[in-house]
């Protein structure tokens, strides 16, 4: 157990619609990141946040938004929801914003669009 | 652009025998780099690491090698476990890129057979 919990871990919805995907980093991890991973895809880098504040931005969409809120918790917005948009979202935390060092996984999000 | 490189996607070992997965990168500016295991179902868990200011790493039966003059490293497992059987994720990070922070490999999937 990793420490970071993401809700919900399955969702079916279908083209057009939006959804919301939600994180809680580990106890006292600042930082978090979100990571959408397609099929036979890699990890792919999508925002990453820290004590609330954008830090570092990736490959999102412009459908696609986050925040992080005072609590830390984070979500991740897809909106206008298109058949690629199917994939693994997973989201990490560490403690500081450039920390060298581990990224803790949550068990993902598996999003499928039909 | 893909700047992590992992070029075989999948890799059959025989239980006992060693595994040695590869990852090329291409930005010089990475100098640090990290493992990560994912079994199915779950999201990625650190493995091992190393900095740049070294060149081998060991962690129990897990070692990690880097040539920077060539841009490449290597996890070598040994002996290879069932329990193995997993993706191996690369990934890399510049210490000074205030941007994205981690960029990650596709994967190689390890499978160990009995």
């Known amino acids: 157990d990793s420490g970071v919990t993401q809700t919900p871990k399955h969702l079916i919805t279908a083209t057009g619609q939006r959804v919301t995907l939600r994180c809680s980093p580990r106890?006292?991890?600042?930082?978090v990141y979100w990571y959408q991973q397609s099929l036979d895809q890699g990890l792919q880098f999508l925002i990453q946040?820290?004590?609330?504040?954008?830090?570092a931005k990736g490959n999102i969409l412009e459908r696609f938004s986050a925040q992080q809120f005072p609590d830390l918790h984070s979500e991740l917005n897809l909106s206008s929801l298109e058949l690629g948009d199917s994939a693994l979202y997973f989201c990490?935390?560490?403690?500081?914003?450039?920390?060298?060092?581990?990224?803790?996984f949550g068990e993902g999000s598996r999003l499928t669009v039909l | 652009d893909q700047q992590v490189k992992q070029n075989s996607p999948s890799l059959s070992v025989q239980e006992g025998r060693i595994s040695i997965l590869n990852c090329d990168y291409t930005?010089?500016?990475?100098?640090?780099f990290l493992w990560y295991k994912k079994y199915p179902a779950e999201g990625p868990t650190f493995l091992i690491s190393?900095?740049?200011?070294?060149d081998k790493n060991e962690d129990g039966r897990f070692t990690v090698f880097l040539n920077k003059s060539a841009k490449h490293l290597s996890l070598h497992i040994v002996p290879s476990q069932p329990g193995d059987s997993a993706v191996y994720f690369c990934?890399?990070?510049?210490?000074?890129?205030?941007?994205?922070?981690?960029?990650f490999g596709p994967g190689t999937r390890l499978s160990v057979l009995p």
């Open positions: 990490a935390s560490s403690v500081e914003a450039d920390e060298l060092g581990e990224l803790f």
């Open positions: 106890s006292g991890d600042l930082s």
């Open positions: 946040y820290y004590n609330g504040e954008e830090r």
């Open positions: 930005n010089s500016m990475f100098d640090y």
């Open positions: 190393i900095s740049s200011i070294k």
């Open positions: 990934a890399a990070s510049a210490l000074y890129n205030y941007g994205q922070n981690f960029v």
